[in-house]
T-cell receptor
Framework: KAGVTQTPRYLIKTRGQQVTLSCSPI?????VSWYQQTPGQGLQFLFE???????NKGNFPGRFSGRQFSNSRSEMNVSTLELGDSALYLC???????????FGPGTRLTVT | DAKTTQPPSMDCAEGRAANLPCNHS???????VYWYRQIHSQGPQYIIH???NNETNEMASLIITEDRKSSTLILPHATLRDTAVYYCIAVNTGTASKLTFGTGTRLQVTL
């Protein structure tokens, strides 16, 4: 089975811009979760989508949003980028056992 | 989810077994123990999980003590590619899917 894929792998944006990241889950997985990882804060949960609906949400401002399509692919969007949004953004998919998550390689976002 | 405690770092010689301990003394009866690892600059990787019985898969073995207050992840023949940060977490599978990692154990496998 192909693993979780994320595009793009690297991105450089300027403060105030917006960005959209994409995630394709493992075939058959309906749950997609997004995480932000920084050296200072570690891994932080953003949100989870299941069958096109947001099922869980972390403590991030409304500038962070996401969606899931009928084929389970997911996108996350960050608007009005801030320097502190520089991070590795990870997507993970899971099947019936939602805590058995399979992560993609991540998108490294740098905001200048 | 119960708090877990792991040593910050460990070394292991290549070819030897790596035994990574985890303390979860406040774990409740319906919480599973999950192990993940993260190799530098990659996404975390699921390794194994268990409730109370010992578990083994192609990557590792998980030994959970009878009182479930601690567990050990065993990599039977560590290789250089096993150098990573290993995270042990206690998860109530009836709750939200989010994973919360602590600081984990940095395993360094050496020649």
């Amino acid at each position: 089975k192909a693993g979780v894929t994320q595009t793009p792998r690297y991105l450089i944006k300027t403060r105030g811009q917006q960005v959209t990241l994409s995630c394709s889950p493992i075939s058959g997985h309906r749950s997609v979760s997004w995480y932000q990882q920084t050296p200072g804060q570690g891994l932080q949960f953003l949100f989870e989508y299941f069958s096109e609906t947001q099922r869980n949400k972390g403590n991030f401002p409304g500038r962070f949003s996401g969606r899931q399509f009928s084929n389970s692919r997911s996108e996350m969007n960050v608007s009005t980028l801030e320097l502190g949004d520089s991070a590795l953004y990870l997507c993970a998919s899971s099947g019936d056992r939602v805590h058995e998550q399979y992560f993609g390689p991540g998108t490294r976002l740098t905001v200048t | 989810d119960a708090k877990t405690t792991q040593p910050p770092s460990m070394d292991c010689a290549e070819g030897r077994a790596a035994n990574l301990p985890c303390n979860h003394s406040t774990i409740s009866g319906n919480e599973y123990v999950y192990w993940y690892r993260q190799i530098h600059s990659q996404g975390p990787q699921y390794i194994i999980h268990g409730l109370k019985n010992n578990e083994t898969n192609e990557m590792a073995s998980l030994i959970i003590t009878e009182d479930r207050k601690s567990s050990t992840l065993i990599l039977p023949h560590a290789t250089l590619r096993d150098t990573a940060v290993y995270y042990c977490i206690a998860v109530n599978t009836g709750t939200a899917s989010k994973l919360t990692f602590g600081t984990g154990t940095r395993l360094q496998v050496t020649l």
